[in-house]
């Protein structure tokens, strides 16, 4: 990442957006061959509608003119504009869409959407005041099936590992069991239990179980609501076994058990080992109603969950009807900024030139942008050598940016084009000459550890 006196805004060198922009595209390419639509919607949303999501704690970024800036330092009036701020996600956004377009739109309506949000939080690795998410939702008119909370992580699973990057686990859980085991054990400050139990990777069980001590829940109940937060297996026979042998029972754990055992069993059908039930996953469980998601990728746990969401049954309400849905985000910048620092992935070459064709003199340079219209022409990215240096500095200067090959225009119309990695160089003709198509684009591989 190239140095920035503004922290908190990441800016890639030109590799590393190489890189950004593979991991785009291949999300982009994996929701649109599961059939999501993709959407864009404005970067402002009026303060009412951000803060009505309970989210001020993500310190949104007021919007005001300057001209109403300068006017109140004067001590002047000046016109009174609508409150406003930038996007702090996408969830909220999209709810508003649903709502406005809910009469245009076909349920269950399946969006993916890739843009940048703010937040102003305080910068740290993995952690920007400006970053890109990546989300996929299915919202339903009234009502969304449950096998759609199965579906959404296995499509998130598959994005995620196809990019060149370590395996990636995604891990559930689901919002009624946790509330089921707190009911059964008589804990009524739920809220209480799941912000001290989102810690315990942070403050250790030690430090959960003195939280949880001053939030009124006693040691025995603190015990139990541990030892539910150390299972975590691909298994839904050892996730109802290990639950069962805690002694908590009633009809709400029941069907998030249904719920959960079932997501698990249909993964290991569709993507053996790739989603896994984590049940100390307490993170937005005051938000979602059903499962819950967060991941990591192995060997890379210290940066946390890239990918998370769930499910939720009010997303958006317009008085009449509700909007029901399930939805996972990305955070995109956080991935690739772990992907160039780790490195875990490297692109081959710093530009998208394939070819640069070298320049024998200035007075000749027109022949040189004449072969490069006609290769450009046929969708080989192509460049002019900046000067008639010596061939061994135009050389130097294809070299310098991973370009592959260099074409020299013959005095008689008799061109050679020259691999510079191996120094092989044949006749070629601008009008039939084909790029290996291992080299017509930059290529993104995962770097071996």
């Given at each position: 990442?190239?140095?920035?006196?503004?922290?908190?805004?990441?800016?890639?060198?030109?590799?590393?957006?190489?890189?950004?922009?593979?991991?785009?595209?291949?999300?982009?390419?994996?929701?649109?061959?599961?059939?999501?639509?993709?959407?864009?919607?404005?970067?402002?949303?009026?303060?009412?509608?951000?803060?009505?999501?309970?989210?001020?704690?993500?310190?949104?970024?007021?919007?005001?003119?300057?001209?109403?800036?300068?006017?109140?330092?004067?001590?002047?009036?000046?016109?009174?504009?609508?409150?406003?701020?930038?996007?702090?996600?996408?969830?909220?956004?999209?709810?508003?869409?649903?709502?406005?377009?809910?009469?245009?739109?076909?349920?269950?309506?399946?969006?993916?959407?890739?843009?940048?949000?703010?937040?102003?939080?305080?910068?740290?690795?993995?952690?920007?005041?400006?970053?890109?998410?990546?989300?996929?939702?299915?919202?339903?008119?009234?009502?969304?099936?449950?096998?759609?909370?199965?579906?959404?992580?296995?499509?998130?699973?598959?994005?995620?590992?196809?990019?060149?990057?370590?395996?990636?686990?995604?891990?559930?859980?689901?919002?009624?069991?946790?509330?089921?085991v707190c009911e059964s054990l008589g804990v009524t400050d739920v809220e209480a239990a799941l912000r001290g139990l989102?810690?315990?990777?942070?403050?250790?069980?030690?430090?959960?179980?003195?939280?949880?001590?001053?939030?009124?829940?006693?040691?025995?109940?603190?015990?139990?609501?541990?030892?539910?937060?150390?299972?975590?297996?691909?298994?839904?026979?050892?996730?109802?076994?290990?639950?069962?042998?805690?002694?908590?029972?009633?009809?709400?754990?029941?069907?998030?058990?249904?719920?959960?055992?079932?997501?698990?069993?249909?993964?290991?059908?569709?993507?053996?080992?790739?989603?896994?039930?984590?049940?100390?996953?307490?993170?937005?469980?005051?938000?979602?109603?059903?499962?819950?998601?967060?991941?990591?990728?192995?060997?890379?746990?210290?940066?946390?969950?890239?990918?998370?969401?769930?499910?939720?049954?009010?997303?958006?309400?317009?008085?009449?009807?509700?909007?029901?849905?399930?939805?996972?985000?990305?955070?995109?910048?956080?991935?690739?900024?772990?992907?160039?620092?780790?490195?875990?992935?490297?692109?081959?070459?710093?530009?998208?030139?394939?070819?640069?064709?070298?320049?024998?003199?200035?007075?000749?340079?027109?022949?040189?942008?004449?072969?490069?219209?006609?290769?450009?022409?046929r969708g080989i990215s192509t460049d002019v050598a900046p000067s008639a240096a010596k061939f061994g500095k135009q050389?130097?200067?294809?070299?310098?940016?991973?370009?592959?090959?260099?074409?020299?225009p013959g005095e008689d119309g008799a061109d050679t084009v020259k691999d510079i990695r191996t120094g092989e160089q044949?006749?070629?003709?601008?009008?039939?000459?084909?790029?290996?198509?291992?080299?017509?684009?930059?290529?993104?591989?995962?770097?071996?550890?």
């Amino acid at each position: 990442m190239a140095r920035t006196s503004l922290s908190g805004f990441p800016e890639w060198l030109p590799e590393g957006r190489i890189v950004e922009m593979h991991v785009l595209d291949e999300l982009r390419r994996v929701f649109e061959l599961h059939g999501f639509a993709g959407i864009e919607t404005r970067a402002v949303e009026t303060l009412a509608q951000l803060e009505a999501k309970g989210e001020t704690s993500k310190e949104i970024y007021v919007l005001d003119r300057l001209q109403a800036l300068k006017a109140a330092a004067s001590g002047a009036r000046a016109p009174k504009d609508k409150g406003m701020g930038l996007h702090f996600d996408l969830t909220v956004p999209f709810a508003r869409y649903v709502v406005e377009n809910a009469n245009e739109l076909d349920f269950p309506f399946k969006r993916y959407q890739i843009q940048k949000v703010w937040r102003g939080e305080r910068p740290q690795e993995g952690r920007f005041r400006e970053f890109t998410q990546a989300d996929i939702d299915v919202v339903g008119n009234g009502e969304l099936p449950f096998h759609f909370e199965v579906d959404l992580p296995l499509v998130m699973a598959e994005a995620l590992n196809n990019l060149p990057i370590p395996p990636v686990r995604v891990l559930v859980n689901n919002r009624k069991v946790v509330q089921g085991v707190c009911e059964s054990l008589g804990v009524t400050d739920v809220e209480a239990a799941l912000r001290g139990l989102d810690k315990i990777d942070k403050i250790g069980p030690e430090g959960v179980a003195q939280e949880l001590a001053e939030s009124g829940i006693d040691g025995d109940q603190a015990s139990v609501l541990l030892q539910m937060a150390q299972i975590r297996t691909a298994d839904s026979v050892e996730v109802r076994e290990r639950l069962g042998a805690l002694g908590v029972s009633g009809e709400l754990l029941e069907q998030g058990l249904r719920e959960l055992t079932a997501l698990l069993d249909t993964a290991n059908k569709r993507m053996p080992g790739a989603v896994v039930a984590d049940l100390k996953i307490a993170r937005g469980l005051d938000y979602y109603t059903g499962s819950v998601y967060e991941s990591e990728i192995e060997g890379h746990e210290d940066l946390g969950s890239i990918c998370s969401g769930g499910r939720y049954d009010s997303l958006a309400k317009d008085g009449k009807r509700t909007y029901p849905g399930v939805g996972l985000s990305i955070g995109v910048s956080r991935l690739v900024s772990r992907m160039i620092s780790a490195p875990l992935a490297r692109a081959s070459r710093k530009v998208p030139t394939a070819v640069v064709v070298a320049v024998t003199n200035e007075e000749r340079r027109e022949r040189s942008e004449e072969i490069a219209a006609i290769l450009r022409s046929r969708g080989i990215s192509t460049d002019v050598a900046p000067s008639a240096a010596k061939f061994g500095k135009q050389i130097k200067f294809a070299d310098k940016r991973g370009i592959p090959f260099v074409w020299f225009p013959g005095e008689d119309g008799a061109d050679t084009v020259k691999d510079i990695r191996t120094g092989e160089q044949v006749d070629a003709d601008a009008a039939t000459w084909v790029v290996p198509e291992a080299d017509a684009a930059p290529s993104v591989e995962k770097v071996m550890p």
